[in-house]
């Protein structure tokens, strides 16, 4: 080839499947970009992933024991101030090295049950999921919870009672049909048979990046059910709603379709509502459930328990 040849070639540039290929690549990478940000469900602090594009910004970073196991979204922060009520600022190693060698330690957030699981790993559960216990798909504490009894929650004028142990809500022993467990740490729901010993799982909808939750803490102090609650605010993009918590446990309806931005955020952080008035535009109320009675006593951990030895009918 010719000096002449090479300044032809030059001068008409890259053939056409060469800009079909630049183009297609820098469509697939606008394509993924615009997946991560807005085609995933991003979960909020303490919520389950997979990878960091799962959490969302005010939790950007998916924090997992190994590579096989689910993790939980987390962000880093000062020990020893806690994260949220249920989730704890604890020193971690990371896998990045100082100029000594040793492993960078950092705090980061890690909701309680996530510590609960690791501690009855290393008893001897091995290959056992984080959240899951030896005989459950569920981990049922053994001990107290702080939030701990039946409640009868009343909603549209009508009445329904709940168990509740801690994060862990189901349907009242006297209700008929299966029984309905939600784990609300990771909003999954089982149905069990207990004739047929069976169950299915589900996992109700996670919440979108724009579902961010605003929460102010007002400090006032209320009396719902005959138990002080604390007033928190809580606005999101669907509107403003005024909850009375308690902390130490959370609630989740078993039998709800979805979970609403708000509700999701008081169950990570483990803040119990007596009562949720739903605001309107101009501050007038649209919406009210309450606890009208809450009779703290101690459950019996079968109560809660999927069995492992129950068969997934989902499958």
């Given at each position: 080839?010719?000096?002449?040849?090479?300044?032809?070639?030059?001068?008409?540039?890259?053939?056409?499947?060469?800009?079909?290929?630049v183009?297609?690549?820098?469509?697939?990478?606008?394509?993924?970009?615009?997946?991560?940000?807005?085609?995933?469900?991003?979960?909020?602090?303490?919520?389950?992933?997979?990878?960091?594009?799962?959490?969302?910004?005010?939790?950007?970073?998916?924090?997992?024991?190994?590579?096989?196991?689910?993790?939980?979204?987390?962000?880093?922060?000062?020990?020893p101030?806690?994260?949220?009520?249920?989730?704890?600022?604890?020193?971690?190693?990371?896998?990045?090295?100082?100029?000594?060698?040793?492993?960078?330690?950092?705090?980061?957030?890690?909701?309680?049950?996530f510590l609960?699981?690791?501690?009855?790993?290393?008893?001897?559960?091995?290959?056992?999921?984080?959240?899951?216990?030896?005989?459950?798909?569920?981990?049922?504490?053994?001990?107290?919870?702080?939030?701990?009894?039946?409640?009868v929650?009343?909603?549209?004028?009508a009445?329904?009672?709940?168990?509740?142990?801690?994060?862990?809500?189901?349907?009242?022993?006297?209700?008929?049909g299966?029984?309905?467990?939600?784990?609300?740490?990771?909003?999954?729901?089982?149905?069990?048979?207990?004739k047929?010993?069976?169950?299915?799982?589900t996992v109700?909808?996670?919440?979108a990046?724009?579902?961010?939750?605003?929460?102010?803490?007002?400090?006032?102090?209320?009396?719902?059910?005959?138990?002080?609650?604390?007033?928190?605010?809580?606005?999101?993009?669907?509107?403003?709603?005024?909850?009375?918590?308690?902390?130490?446990?959370?609630?989740?309806?078993?039998?709800a379709?979805?979970?609403?931005?708000?509700?999701?955020?008081?169950?990570?952080?483990?803040?119990?509502?007596?009562?949720?008035?739903?605001?309107?535009a101009?501050?007038?109320?649209?919406?009210?459930?309450?606890?009208t009675?809450?009779?703290?006593?101690?459950?019996?951990?079968?109560?809660?328990?999927?069995?492992?030895?129950?068969?997934?009918?989902?499958?």
């Open positions: 080839m010719t000096e002449q040849d090479d300044d032809d070639l030059s001068k008409k540039g890259p053939g056409p499947l060469r800009k079909v290929l183009v297609g690549a820098v469509l697939a990478c606008a394509g993924f970009w615009l997946w991560t940000r807005y085609g995933v469900t991003k979960q909020p602090l303490g919520g389950p992933c997979t990878w960091a594009i799962d959490c969302a910004k005010d939790a950007p970073r998916c924090m997992r024991p190994d590579i096989d196991e689910p993790g939980i979204c987390s962000r880093a922060c000062v020990p101030d806690d994260c949220a009520p249920g989730i704890r600022c604890v020193e971690v190693e990371l896998d990045a090295k100082d100029d000594k060698g040793n492993y960078v330690k950092e705090g980061t957030c890690v909701p309680q049950t609960d699981a690791r501690k009855a790993k290393a008893r001897g559960d091995a290959g056992i999921p984080k959240g899951e216990s030896a005989d459950s798909w569920v981990e049922v504490s053994e001990t107290e919870s702080p939030i701990e009894g039946e409640i929650l009343r909603r549209a004028g009445e329904k009672t709940f168990l509740v142990k801690g994060a862990l809500v189901r349907t009242a022993e006297s209700e008929a299966p029984r309905k467990v939600i784990d609300t740490s990771s909003l999954r729901v089982f149905t069990l048979d207990d047929k010993r069976s169950y299915t799982a109700l909808g996670g919440r990046a724009s579902d961010e939750v605003t929460v102010t803490k007002t400090g006032k102090k209320e009396r719902v059910a005959d138990r002080e609650c604390e007033l928190w605010e809580l606005l999101d993009k669907r509107g403003k709603h005024i909850a009375c918590v308690v902390s130490g446990g959370a609630f989740v309806d078993p039998n379709a979805s979970v609403p931005p708000w509700m999701q955020e008081l169950a990570v952080r483990t803040a119990l509502p007596l009562r949720v008035v739903e605001l309107d101009k501050g007038h109320e649209t919406t009210r459930a309450e606890v009675r809450f009779s703290p006593r101690r459950l019996d951990r079968s109560l809660f328990l999927v069995p492992k030895s129950y068969k997934n009918a989902g499958r």
